[in-house]
T-cell receptor, first 112, second 114 residues
Framework: EPEVTQTPSHQVTQMGQEVILRCVPI?????FYWYRQILGQKVEFLVS????????KSEIFDDQFSVERPDGSNFTLKIRSTKLEDSAMYFC??????????FGQGTRLTVV | AQSVSQHNHHVILSEAASLELGCNYS??????LFWYVQYPGQHLQLLLK??????LVKGIKGFEAEFIKSKFSFNLRKPSVQWSDTAEYFC????????????FGTGTQLKVEL
């Protein structure tokens, strides 16, 4: 069964450093998303991406965040200058037709 | 703005017990409704979804959910749980057009004891 894969599974970074979280969506999917879950809190929408551009973003997704689809398979989330409060589980998701999102296993980001 | 409430944060059941997890949402229009499950160490998986039609929706692994529009509810049920159902369950809503922007509830941690 096709699945969304995310790497790395766990990333530890120092405050102020840049991190790139990687995702390989399901190959025929056209819509891509990033969500995050801070420990003990809800899963929150960050951004959606379609046709090589952001289609919607939340207020969490400020200037320190960016997304990119650098090639035909990867979808990345970059955090330019990490803060302690960026520590969370980050989930990538993709969908074929906006009807059902398939999620990856997540990347646990720890900012120290 | 949409919001989703899951009333039970932790539920402990014995095997073969019946399960009902509550989910209420607030949104000023038509919504699409989802239940996702996350088994320990795994990704979020879709259990079932409701877009329109029969308000009683059947999903995978014997789960079902009922959409009650008047109560803004979409409760998840299973008549007889198994130890393997131990997981975290998330209710989510999105505006019509699908899962472009899911709003999740806080999740319910279910533990099924042998």
């Amino acid at each position: 069964e096709p699945e969304v894969t995310q790497t790395p599974s766990h990333q530890v970074t120092q405050m102020g450093q840049e991190v790139i979280l990687r995702c390989v969506p399901i190959s025929n999917h056209l819509y891509f998303y990033w969500y995050r879950q801070i420990l003990g809190q809800k899963v929150e929408f960050l951004v959606s991406f379609y046709n090589n551009e952001i289609s919607e973003k939340s207020e969490i997704f400020d200037d320190q965040f960016s997304v990119e689809r650098p090639d035909g398979s990867n979808f990345t989330l970059k955090i330019r200058s990490t803060k302690l409060e960026d520590s969370a589980m980050y989930f990538c998701a993709s969908s074929e037709n906006r009807a059902e999102a398939f999620f990856g296993q997540g990347t646990r980001l720890t900012v120290v | 703005a949409q919001s989703v409430s899951q009333h039970n944060h932790h539920v402990i059941l014995s095997e073969a017990a019946s399960l009902e997890l509550g989910c209420n949402y607030s949104y000023g229009g038509t919504v699409n409704l989802f239940w996702y499950v996350q088994y320990p160490g795994q990704h979020l998986q879709l259990l079932l979804k409701y877009f329109s039609g029969d308000p009683l929706v059947k999903g995978i692994k014997g789960f079902e959910a009922e959409f009650i529009k008047s109560k803004f509810s979409f409760n998840l049920r299973k008549p007889s749980v198994q130890w393997s159902d131990t997981a975290e369950y998330f209710c989510a809503v999105s505006p019509p057009g699908g899962g472009n922007k899911l709003t999740f509830g806080t999740g319910t941690q279910l533990k099924v004891e042998l």
